[in-house]
């Protein structure tokens, strides 16, 4: 059996203050990878849109070619493009701006919920809740197995 470690009388400091640095640190990766996708979601929307006459599917080409170039799966540039058409109106028309404690997975999740108010309840839900992106999901499946389909 190891030998039983004594923790000198200031540890529960040195503990909190490690604590603290790690979830402030993740917390800022997280706004900054939420930052970094909507800003490239922006900038290929923004070139699809000009360019939109060259061709019906300029934006599959040059999403196509970028993520080649870039050396990315295209499903991450195309989840950015979604995310921007996902959330633009509503941040403009709402004049709010996205919630800082939801991350990426948050809103990958909440792209996929194609009805504005319903996508912009749950993002309230989940920031104010707390819900982990892995619950927010659930939800949403939740949600659409309540939603009763004529047949």
């Known amino acids: ?10 540890y529960p400091v040195l503990r909190r203050k490690v604590e603290e640095t790690l979830l402030t640190g993740q917390q800022k990766i997280e706004e900054a990878k ?10 290929i929307q923004t070139h699809i849109l000009e360019n939109a006459s060259r061709a019906d599917n300029y934006g599959n080409q040059v999403i196509e070619k970028l993520a080649e170039d870039l050396r990315v799966h295209p499903s991450v540039l195309w989840r950015c493009t979604k995310f921007v058409q996902s959330f633009k109106k509503i941040l403009a028309t ?4 996205l919630p800082k404690t939801l991350s990426w997975s948050h ?30 999901s659930q939800k949403i499946q939740q949600e659409r197995k309540d939603i009763k389909i004529p047949q």
């Open 107 to 136: 809103y990958r999740e909440l792209v996929k919920v194609e009805d504005e108010d319903e996508r912009v309840l749950l993002m309230r839900r989940a920031e104010k809740s707390g819900w982990s992106s892995r619950e927010l």
């Open 94 to 97: 709402r004049q709010e701006s």
């Open 34 to 43: 939420v930052q970094t996708y909507w800003m490239t979601g922006e900038l």
């Open 1 to 10: 059996m190891p030998p039983q470690i004594v923790l000198s009388k200031d």
